[in-house]
């Protein structure tokens, strides 16, 4: 297997951009399959902090890095992102970036609306008001605007009235005033020439790619459990983020995106709304919240923080078809007396062990806990298994166990070094 699809095995924010940052340097190409700027990555190389959005991990690393047809792109914050990053130092060429043609693009009129169903929910989604959902929205309604559409005005113009057909009864129902579409189709004009300077067929350059035999990282955003399908409906993303995706969102067969490897915190964190059965609301909730700096990279929102539930695991193992898992942020435990892990759930008379369908039997799980002994040793910048105390490895080990998946690499804080090896990925 020489390719990697990396994907969040929770309901995201499990350290993805390191691990991604170092397989970088094993990889050739990488590609980021789904989601939009809504989910953040942040690489610490050398002391130095990049906090990426949209664009993929492997452009710190100088790889050549694709966005594919499955996320959409807001292309005014994209050039931000560019420039912004260009100021640390690395140069953002069409030669290191590439953009699906076949995109679809993220436009005002989808932030004005998410906000505003927002703010006049009964039920926050707890959204990040961003536009997301209205783009994924518009693209299954196939009045979408994609990238290739920017270099053809002409066509522009009358995709851009359908468009504003549609969004107009939904904007006169909220109370926003009308979409001008002259002044869209000019700030569409205004940036064409940067945005159509990285496009391309994403997939006949992967396809390529592959047939030379260069090792590919597909790159996921969020997590399994905000999947669109099989996540806490309908407290979940706008997108599928399971390792199925990676094939759809790049333009690449399945049998293409190789060793799937789940990135997994040593403890467990949401943002937003919905159910979280191990959630802690208690003295050890505030340390792992503090100790692992929980806040979101590109939102500021503060995380939830909870006991490791190896039920949402094994389950996020078995819908990505996951070989082995990171384990990050191993560390933030250091001082706890007692572990626990989440085996089972509780719901009325009746345990299950699996996260039911039913909104109203999520919100009803109680967790049923196993405990193991903590330590007091500190496991920060181990960059070894034997460096590891007794306690820290009984951890690791009754983690796989109960997930049903090896361990393959372990992270011991934030550093792209202090990543323990234990079975590449790359080698399958």
């Not at 710190?60 to 260009?86: F, M, R």
């Amino acid at each position: 297997m020489a390719n990697v699809t990396v994907v969040g095995a929770q309901w995201g924010d499990e350290g993805k951009g390191k691990i991604v940052d170092w397989l970088s340097n094993r990889a050739d190409v990488v590609v980021r399959f789904q989601g939009g700027h809504n989910a953040g990555h942040t690489l610490v190389v050398d002391g130095k902090v990049y906090k990426l959005a949209l664009l993929p991990s492997g452009v710190v690393q100088g790889k050549l890095s694709v966005i594919g047809n499955g996320v959409v792109v807001d292309p005014w914050h994209l050039l931000t992102e560019i420039d912004k990053i260009a100021e640390q130092g690395v140069a953002i060429t069409p030669e290191l970036l590439v953009l699906a043609d076949n995109a679809c693009l993220i436009l005002p009129l989808h932030k004005d609306l998410d906000q505003a169903r927002e703010a006049a929910s009964t039920q926050k989604i707890g959204t990040t008001g961003r536009g997301i959902g209205p783009a994924y929205e518009d693209k299954v309604g196939r009045r979408a605007i994609r990238v290739a559409d920017l270099a053809d005005p002409e066509a522009l113009k009358p995709k851009i009235e359908r468009l504003l057909a549609h969004h107009g009864a939904l904007r006169r129902g909220l109370g926003l005033p009308e979409a001008d579409g002259a002044e869209l189709f000019d700030a569409l004009m205004a940036l064409a020439p940067r945005i159509l300077a990285y496009a391309q067929p994403a997939w006949r350059l992967l396809d390529k790619a592959y047939k030379d035999g260069r090792r590919i990282l597909f790159e996921g955003a969020q997590g399994a459990l905000l999947d669109v399908d099989h996540g806490t409906y309908p407290f979940v993303t706008s997108s599928n983020t399971v390792a199925g995706q990676a094939s759809a969102g790049s333009g690449m067969g399945p049998s293409a995106t190789g060793y799937v490897l789940g990135i997994v915190k040593a403890y467990t964190t949401r943002v937003g709304e919905g159910p979280f059965a191990a959630e802690l609301d208690d003295e050890v909730g505030k340390h792992l919240s503090t100790v692992g700096r929980e806040v979101g990279v590109n939102t500021g929102r503060a995380r939830r923080c909870g006991w490791f539930d190896a039920v949402l695991v094994r389950q996020s193992v078995a819908i990505n078809g996951i070989h082995g898992v990171a384990l990050t942020k191993l560390d933030v435990l250091d001082g706890l007396k007692t572990l626990k892990i989440c085996v089972g759930y509780r719901i009325g008379d009746k345990v299950v062990d699996y996260l039911p369908a039913g909104m109203r039997d999520q919100r009803a799980a109680q967790p049923i806990y196993e405990e193991l002994e903590g330590w007091s040793e500190s496991t920060a910048g181990a960059r070894s298994f034997k460096d590891l105390n007794a306690n820290a490895i009984k951890y690791v080990r009754r983690v796989e166990e109960l997930i049903g998946a090896p361990v393959a690499l372990l992270s011991t804080s934030p550093e792209r070094d202090d990543t323990i090896l234990m079975r590449d990925p790359f080698q399958g």
